[in-house]
């Protein structure tokens, strides 16, 4: 069954807080902590932990498509001991980050959703079908995401659908142009569809909220079997 999402962004934790009240209480909240200015994690419990088991812990490396600046791995480490305990639904990681600090750094109480952004280069095909194979025995699911230029580079990231386990693979490509692809995962057996609230986008091509559940009672009412 395909969750939806919602991406949220904010200056501070309780910016990212109180957008949450806004979103479905049927929504998986990504908190995209990344966005913070001046984050502190060992402030991310009092906000957020009674509500960590819906929630995806994103700290996102700039060259994947994060948000701050300041970017830190000493930083991520942080947000990993004050909300391991916590246990959220899932903590994406890169996986070239996963790379460089799981064999330091212990990742085993997390539901992990490994990710590559190929958001700035052209990957050839080999490239998209590794970062679906390195990725999948480590992984509650692997996250696949490109920004094509044309309508064949789109459809190499569907296709790998076809070599991954059903709820196992989240795969699509950015921008509006390409937005259908959003779409198409979740026939082809993407466990989450990302979103945004209402007048709050967050990556060119996502659905608002409301319209992504409107797309899953869609499929759920005629492709029951599918969603």
């Given at each position: 069954m395909t969750k939806v999402v919602v991406s949220l962004t904010g200056n501070t934790l309780e910016e990212i807080y109180k957008k949450m009240s806004r979103a479905s209480e049927s929504s998986i909240i990504e908190l995209r902590l990344d966005s913070v200015k001046m984050l502190n994690p060992k402030d991310i419990p009092s906000y957020f932990a009674s509500s960590m088991s819906r929630c995806i812990v994103t700290y996102r490396v700039p060259s994947e498509g994060g948000l701050s600046r300041d970017y830190r791995i000493s930083t991520l480490i942080q947000i990993?001991?004050?909300?391991?305990?916590?246990?959220?639904?899932?903590?994406?990681?890169?996986?070239?980050?996963?790379?460089?600090?799981?064999?330091?750094?212990?990742?085993?109480?997390?539901?992990?959703?490994?990710?590559?952004?190929?958001?700035?280069?052209?990957?050839?095909?080999?490239?998209?079908?590794?970062?679906?194979?390195?990725?999948?025995?480590?992984?509650?699911?692997?996250?696949?995401?490109?920004?094509?230029?044309?309508?064949?580079?789109?459809?190499?990231?569907?296709?790998?659908?076809?070599?991954?386990?059903?709820?196992?693979?989240?795969?699509?490509?950015?921008?509006?142009?390409?937005?259908?692809?959003?779409?198409?995962?979740?026939?082809?057996?993407s466990p989450l569809l990302y979103s945004h609230l209402k007048n709050e986008k967050v990556a060119e091509g996502q659905p608002e909220e409301t319209e992504a559940y409107e797309f899953l009672e869609f499929v759920n009412k005629n492709w029951s079997s599918t969603a």
């Open positions: 990993l001991d004050a909300t391991r305990d916590l246990k959220p639904f899932y903590l994406d990681i890169e996986a070239d980050t996963y790379r460089k600090i799981s064999q330091s750094v212990d990742l085993s109480g997390f539901n992990l959703l490994i990710s590559t952004h190929f958001l700035f280069t052209k990957p050839a095909d080999q490239d998209i079908d590794n970062a679906w194979a390195d990725s999948r025995e480590k992984a509650g699911a692997v996250k696949v995401v490109n920004s094509p230029t044309t309508m064949s580079e789109a459809l190499n990231v569907l296709e790998l659908y076809g070599k991954a386990e059903k709820g196992k693979l989240v795969a699509f490509s950015v921008g509006e142009r390409y937005s259908f692809t959003r779409y198409m995962s979740v026939m082809l057996g």
